[in-house]
């Protein structure tokens, strides 16, 4: 889709890639952006810039939110979680929050501004997943399985929104140098080229996005064969 003259919506955008997520989109000549976050501060002085308050596992601040966004076209699903790491050693409620946040906090998104998406000739939804969608990194094995999770429901999205002509997106980022792994000793890609392919991916159609070289070459790898991730991620 175009992003010139769009109306988006992007969510956790106070820092890392939602940040850079608002400036690449402002850079690509979108109308107007509403830049949420869970204190309405993203930090980005623009008049075509909305900050909105909003913590995604809140479904009264989400409803909240569609009604005060009605005239979206590309909905960004951006925030994310990072409580739990290994599966046996994460306390139980970690492990819930992440689900609560990259799973259940996407679709409720979704579902609340389809009646706004649906109004118009051509639509988008971009779910910003991780390259743990395809195969447990056992380090961090509850993120893994929450955006597992939220890759089968962007997979089940893409089926049932296709009739109504809103495009679905999965972006499958590698290591972003960003508060969330800070302190991961790895090389890893910048929010801000990030952003900028995301965008590019947008544009062109792509229905997966590899946004950095890491990302590129797993879904390489993962469509030859899939296996191959795992005993990869399984050995690291």
Do not use: C
Not at 5 to 26: E, K, M, Q, S
Not at 128 to 140: E, R, T
Request: net charge negative; charged share 20%.
């Amino acid at each position: 889709m175009h992003i010139e003259d769009t109306t988006a919506f992007v969510t956790g955008t106070n820092r890392g890639l939602g940040h850079a997520l608002v400036h690449a989109l402002l850079a690509a000549g979108a109308r107007k952006i509403y830049a949420a976050s869970r204190d309405g501060e993203p930090g980005i002085v623009d008049r075509r810039v909305v900050p909105l308050a909003l913590d995604v596992t809140d479904p009264a601040q989400v409803r909240g939110a569609a009604e005060a966004a009605s005239d979206v076209r590309l909905l960004i699903n951006n925030a994310g979680s990072l409580a739990s790491f290994s599966v046996l050693a994460a306390e139980p409620a970690q492990i819930r929050h992440d689900l609560e946040v990259n799973f259940h906090g996407v679709l409720g998104l979704v579902r609340a501004f389809i009646p706004a998406l649906a109004a118009g000739p051509r639509a988008a939804v971009v779910n910003v997943l991780s390259i743990a969608s395809f195969a447990a990194m056992p380090a961090l094995g509850g993120y893994s399985a929450s955006k597992a999770a939220a890759w089968s429901l962007t997979q089940a999205l893409r089926s049932e929104l296709r009739a109504q002509h809103i495009d679905v997106h999965a972006v499958f980022p590698g290591p972003i140098d960003t508060d969330m792994i800070r302190s991961f000793d790895m090389a890893k890609a910048s929010p801000e080229s990030v952003a900028r392919s995301i965008v590019e991916g947008i544009v062109a159609g792509k229905p997966d996005i590899a946004p950095d070289p890491v990302s590129t070459a797993v879904l390489a790898t993962f469509s030859g064969d899939p296996g191959a991730i795992e005993r990869q991620f399984g050995a690291s």
